[in-house]
């Protein structure tokens, strides 16, 4: 199966709006599967469809030691926030920044799974901080727009310079 290309901060289709998914269809199984590879391989704990170009409301999550709790949420929509919690986070769409940002301390969500079933869960701690991130990434939202307008420009430029540095 083929590894997806991630988007990298300041691309501006990190910032498009994911549309539901209707039907879960083969093609959305691939896609899935795709998604959960290329955050192995990452390595990395999420990943959201927004960030392989792919504008649709589908992420995967795995924030397990050994990697053998694969999650795949369609559709997924924060239904209650409760209490407050602030977390260092990364991101692979911003390789090598990381910084704190207060995030809801639990979160009960609705969403659909790969065999088109509705469900209900709670997410705490890495879980329910990497869930609200995905999420994010979903409404064209990436983190560091939590940080400073100082902090956020800082970060736009170093980006821009290693990709150029790369090309
Ligand atoms: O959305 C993403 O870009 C994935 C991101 C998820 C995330 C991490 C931390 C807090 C909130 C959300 C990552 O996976 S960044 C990489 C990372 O955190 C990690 C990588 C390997 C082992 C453990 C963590
Ligand atoms: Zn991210």
Redesign the pocket.
């Known amino acids: 199966m083929p590894l997806l290309k991630?988007l990298h901060y300041p691309d501006p289709r990190l910032h498009k709006v994911a549309k539901p998914i209707l039907h879960v269809d083969e093609e959305i199984r691939r896609l899935a599967a795709d998604m959960a590879e290329t955050?192995y391989a990452?390595?990395?704990?999420?990943?959201?469809a927004t960030?392989v170009d792919r504008h649709v409301r589908l992420i995967v999550v795995d924030v397990s030691e050994e990697k053998n709790r694969l999650m795949t949420l369609i559709n997924p929509r924060i239904t209650h926030k409760e209490g407050e919690a602030v977390?260092?986070?990364?991101?692979?769409?911003?390789p090598g920044i990381y910084d704190k940002v207060t995030r809801a301390e639990r979160i009960r969500l609705e969403a659909m799974n790969l065999d088109g079933q509705i469900f209900q869960m709670e997410a705490e701690g890495?879980l329910g901080?990497?869930i609200q991130?995905?999420i994010d990434?979903l409404d064209g939202k990436v983190?560091v727009e939590y940080l400073s307008r100082l902090k956020q420009n800082r970060i736009r430029s170093k980006l821009l310079k290693q990709e150029r540095e790369a090309m």
């Not at 977390?87 to 911003?94: K, P």
């Open positions: 991630i955050m990452a390595p990395g704990i999420g990943l959201a960030q977390r260092e986070e990364g991101c692979l769409s911003v890495l901080v990497c991130h995905e990434h983190f």
